[in-house]
């Protein structure tokens, strides 16, 4: 700084209304700063092959420089083992790697980095190099310990347990260049797929890809069995009738769920039984519930989701709804669970569920003329910044009636909690949200243990007083 004023009195001498900004300069440095020394995640490690008293990994260097590594330890803050004879090698067990940088054509061009990154690039023009090399190390390892070559100070980086991740998600593997055809489950005419009515059984997995529209006729049944999945990225119409519902069911219980994502129109649900589904499972990809619909408008009338070995039975994430004259019941954990949703609910019932009837989290719902009974937990949870308004409904033979965590507000009007142990419950569960609210203007309390329980910093406003928890 001192020499900085020099020259700047200086240059203010012939330029008086020159107005130096050190903040420009500043930023540069710490790009430039960024772009030498490296970080944790300079360096990917992962567990690729474990045998007896040691584990291959595969490694791969996403800096700009080339590094080198010097050795492994069990903390992150002490090197257990250096190796020895540093030499550049593309991959040696036991001996230090001298791994290219991320980009070597920018790298050489940009600093002039010598004949060793000149190798590298000839190397990765030829495809002789692999974006991961292998190393073998001791099975007590948890860190790798490198530098970028030419700069002292070492950096950290942890062992990660699992192998090297896939060039795919094993959704994009699914769907890598799917077409479909008519077969004996559908017909396809103009980008339309019509399911064909009648009864049909299936051990193979539907998977229909975007750009279309799929219909299902009243009557239409199908059965899924020995793990067969439906998943669909294109909208659903299901026009199932109070005499001929639709009707989609797993027999075995072992069906891969119901899912339909990004579907970019309306899906219309009507008259539509599933029961006895487990939910998605594929390779490193899994979900959560029976049915599953991720980011679209739905609407939900006289449907029913009964019977389901998963964590949901019904599971909407990002969708904006409306759910009317529906059931869900006998649910292995939550019935329904509704994240990051804008929706309303009229005159459903959510009964026997291991868990909570109804959870929100991040959501904006109105639920009029409902019932829960016999929850395993909460007959209404409404958690994560979510605002709830309850209307006419009741909440039977459950562990807690309603409650509220995490910085959302649930507002209730004419409720009745009849059997729980308790009534209203207010608290903070995640440390990165804060105290939650419940506002009552009208209830009634029947057997209860007790009416409420509430946590530091919530509070309860019952019609005739205010409960704060300091």
Known sequence: EPEVLKRLNWLENEYPDYNFNPSRFIELAQIIHLQIVPFEQSLKAYTEEKKSGSKLLKINNIHHLPIEI??????????????????????QPARPHFLRAMHPNFIDQKYGLGNARLTAQKALKNQRLRMFEELEVPESAKYLFFKVVGIENEVSTKIMGWKTPMNFTPQQELFENLTIESNEYFEIKDSVVLFKKGKHETTK??????????????????????????????????????????????SDGTARGFTVIEPRDSCILRHVHFSNFN??????????????????????????????????????VRCEFKMTECTVSETFSDGFDGDFCNGV?????????????????????????????????????????????????????????????????????????????????????????????ILVK??????????????AGCSLQLPDQELIKN
């Not at 007959?379 to 409650?403: P, Q």
């Not at 009208?442 to 946590?455: M, T, V």
Request: glycine share 8%; charged share 25%; proline share 4%.
């Open 70 to 91: 010097v050795g492994y330890g069990t903390k992150p803050n002490r090197i257990s083992k250096r190796f020895e004879n540093p030499i550049f090698l593309q991959s």
């Open 279 to 316: 939910t998605l499972k594929h390779k490193s990809w899994n979900l959560t519930g029976a049915v599953t619909i991720y980011e679209g408008l739905v609407a939900l009338e006289n449907c029913t989701f009964e019977k389901n070995n998963c964590e949901d039975g019904l599971n909407l």
């Open 345 to 437: 609910i009229w005159n459903s019932k959510f009964l026997n569920t291991g868990n909570d009837g109804l959870d929100f989290s991040g959501s904006y719902i109105n639920i009029h003329n409902c019932i829960a009974d016999k929850c395993g937990d909460k007959g209404v949870s409404v958690g994560e910044e979510s605002e709830v308004n309850l209307f006419d409904s009741k909440v039977t033979n459950s562990i807690i009636g309603v409650a509220s965590k995490d910085f959302s507000i649930l507002a209730i009007e004419n409720l009745t909690i009849e059997n729980c142990d308790q009534g209203f419950a207010a608290y903070q569960k995640k440390p990165e949200f804060g105290p939650s609210r």
């Open 442 to 455: 009208s209830y009634e309390a029947k057997n209860l243990r007790r009416l409420y329980n509430i946590g």
């Open 205 to 250: 997995d539907i998977l229909i890809p975007a750009n279309y529209k799929v219909f299902f006729p009243e009557g239409f049944e199908i059965n899924f069995k020995q793990n067969a999945k439906f998943i669909s990225k294109s909208p659903v119409f299901m026009a199932g009738t109070k005499a001929e519902p639709i009707k989609i069911y797993s």
